[in-house]
């Protein structure tokens, strides 16, 4: 079964409700559930409930509810059932339903008359390209139930197993990387001497079991060196990578591109072989509805076996495509462990940019997505321009509704309009003498042709909850970091169909604020041409690193590109997870999801114990500490 039709506990919690009562289990009564007990539940997490997702509920499982708790509490959909089995059934419909994003089940009277088992369950596919500590995944096809049940109620709760997501596809002619390193330069040659004759005498069957970074067991040393090989020519390139000295590696920030960077097939080569990257493409194209597959099959058509039924150009395809492989490669960097401190998106790709720093979440900025595809086909046919000259020499030339639609970078410069002005400007520009180069897109994005869809989005964006970016976001519209106050405003992403996207000075800024590792999460290499113009690059007090070949390529070559990356963040000096990479060669989607029903019922976890109001580490559902088995 695909991971998009499983839910997913993420914490679970006992919280203790002394001071507000939950019943009399003690006596041998029905536990109740009271309005203050579930305000107990809404702080299990030791955050405010203003922090919740938006689209938080509580799903409560008691055999009686007090006459004071409604349908609704402190702003939070509250929902009834008469055991906590029958809570996480519910729950686990409403997640898959797209209803609710966080579902916190409560089972009252639960291990005690005082207590109250909180379970955190999310779509196991979100939690799974999030990072989030998975305990297990709800199988209602079991009989044996996953905790007692309190005294009145009926014990039907379904087996709780933990998650096993695909499982081990070794290629042994693949490409994987090796890291190496040493407290000094002696230090390094050492290691590299030990490391050459043992990748010379592995089988190809027994290298992709190498540990990705050696020596293993021990903190990483400055003295750094990596290789992306095969095992054929491995110890070739053990000897001949170059060894670097770290020192202060430079803070990263992740860039995200936009229309006119799709093509097909784009990352494919990382889909069913990395698994956050997987389940974020699968979380994201999921939450595009009823289309999710259509969307799939023309992202993956290879054009002699499978047709697109509709091009990737379309409007209706690439903005799609963008954000879930953007949103993808983003996770991925983060699943390696390197956590970015800022973000810069160039058009479409600012709203991926958004999810990152906490302005919406992910489900909210899909539907906002597919908004602005669904009013951007609505308007006549146009397209998109790349001319070599700055955006003082166009202006002569714009007429009708053509307009500036980005500055990209010096003398690189993108124009907008409808099919017919934009024509007779691309004619007078290329009479004159300009480099012209038609942009990949049907609609004219950036520019008073698309005012209509932008009106219709603002009026459907004022139902998503916004916030504060907890994270620098350098914004294309503003051409600096995003404000509050503008993050906050839904008609200043509504305009974004509109406005020019002025992704110069804001990388500008960007690069202003520190010396920066730039990696671009997205295909074509569009954002690192432009930020290799930038004086701070060429004087290499900056760098910039894609994620992706520069021009579509097979698989092989996806996961290369991505391995590069990843080698050139470990020279840099940042700590990466050794086994969190090397799933890039050793791991399959293909292995079952979770293990065969009969297994030993029951949550694989200890529950922690929780005042309400208790605090928290990080900034979701809780401490982030291992829980141990029992």
């Not at 029958?86 to 898959?96: I, S, V």
């Not at 291990?111 to 109250?116: D, I, Q, S």
Request: proline share 10%.
């Amino acid at each position: 079964m695909p991971l998009t039709e499983h839910t997913a506990v993420v914490r679970r919690l006992v919280v203790s409700t002394k001071g507000a009562p939950a019943g009399e289990a003690g006596r041998g009564e029905p536990v109740t559930a009271t309005a203050a007990a579930v305000s107990a539940v809404l702080r299990a997490f030791g955050r405010s409930p203003e922090d919740l997702p938006a689209r938080t509920a509580v799903f409560v499982g008691a055999a009686r509810t007090a006459a004071g708790l409604g349908a609704e509490h402190e702003g939070f959909p509250v929902h009834t059932a008469s055991s906590p089995g029958r809570a996480l059934r519910r729950a686990h419909r409403e997640l898959l339903a797209k209803n609710v994003d966080l579902a916190l089940v409560a089972g009252f009277g639960e291990p005690r008359a005082e207590a109250v088992t909180v379970h955190a369950v999310r779509r196991a596919a979100e939690a799974v390209a999030d990072g989030d500590s998975v305990l297990g995944v709800p199988d209602f096809s079991g009989e044996a139930p996953a905790f007692p049940a309190a005294p009145g109620t009926v014990g039907d709760a379904p087996v709780i197993h933990p998650l096993r997501y695909g499982g081990r596809g070794t290629d042994p002619g693949g490409v994987r990387l090796l890291l190496w390193s040493g407290r000094d330069e002696a230090d390094e040659a050492r290691v590299r001497g030990e490391l050459r004759p043992m990748v010379d005498r592995l089988s190809p069957e027994a290298f992709p079991l190498l540990p990705a970074a050696v020596p293993r067991g021990q903190e990483p040393g400055p003295v750094r060196a990596a290789a992306v090989t095969t095992a054929q020519r491995a110890a070739r390139a053990v000897l001949g990578a170059g060894a670097v000295t770290t020192g202060r590696p430079r803070p990263v920030a992740l860039l995200f591109p936009g229309q006119g960077s799709q093509h097909t097939a784009m990352a494919a080569g990382l889909y069913g072989r990395e698994p956050v990257f997987t389940a974020a493409m699968d979380a994201v194209l999921d939450l595009f509805g009823e289309d999710h597959e259509d969307i799939r099959a023309d992202w993956l058509a290879d054009g002699a076996t499978r047709t697109p039924k509709i091009g990737i150009d379309d409007v209706r395809r690439a903005q799609p495509l963008l954000f879930a492989v953007d949103y993808a490669l983003g996770r991925t960097v983060l699943g390696w462990g390197v956590r970015p401190t800022a973000f810069l998106g160039h058009s479409a790709g600012e709203l991926v940019a958004a999810v990152f720093t906490g302005v919406v979440s992910l489900p909210d900025a899909v539907g906002m997505m597919r908004e602005r595809v669904r009013y951007a086909v609505e308007i006549p046919p146009g397209g998109m321009l790349a001319v070599g000259a700055s955006e003082e020499e166009l202006r002569p030339y714009l007429c009708g509704d053509v307009a500036i639609a980005a500055v990209n970078a010096g003398r690189q410069t993108m124009l907008a309009g409808s099919r017919e002005p934009l024509g007779e400007v691309e004619a007078a520009l290329r009479a004159d003498g300009h480099t012209v180069v038609a942009v990949p897109a049907t609609s004219p994005f950036h520019c008073p042709a698309m005012a209509p869809a932008s009106e219709a989005v603002e009026r459907a964006y004022r139902g998503v909850r916004l916030r504060p970016p907890a994270l620098p976001l350098y914004s294309g519209y503003t051409g600096g970091p995003l404000s509050p106050d503008d993050a906050l405003r839904p008609d200043f992403w509504a305009r974004q169909l509109t406005d020019t996207v002025y992704f110069r000075p804001a990388l500008d800024e960007l690069l202003a604020a520190d010396d920066m590792l730039l990696i671009e999460a997205g295909p074509r290499q569009t954002l690192t041409a432009f930020a290799r113009r930038h004086q701070a690059v060429r004087l290499k007090a900056s760098a910039v690193v894609p994620m992706l070949p520069a021009r579509p390529g097979g698989p092989e070559e996806d996961r290369r590109s991505v391995l590069t990356a990843a080698a050139r963040l470990w020279e840099e000096g940042h700590v990466l997870k050794p086994d969190a990479v090397s799933r890039l060669w050793n791991w399959s989607a293909g292995a079952p999801l979770a293990p065969p029903v009969p297994e030993a019922p029951g949550v694989p976890v200890a529950p922690e114990e929780a005042r309400a109001g208790a605090p928290a580490a990080d900034g979701r559902f809780g401490e982030r500490r291992p829980l141990t088995a029992v």
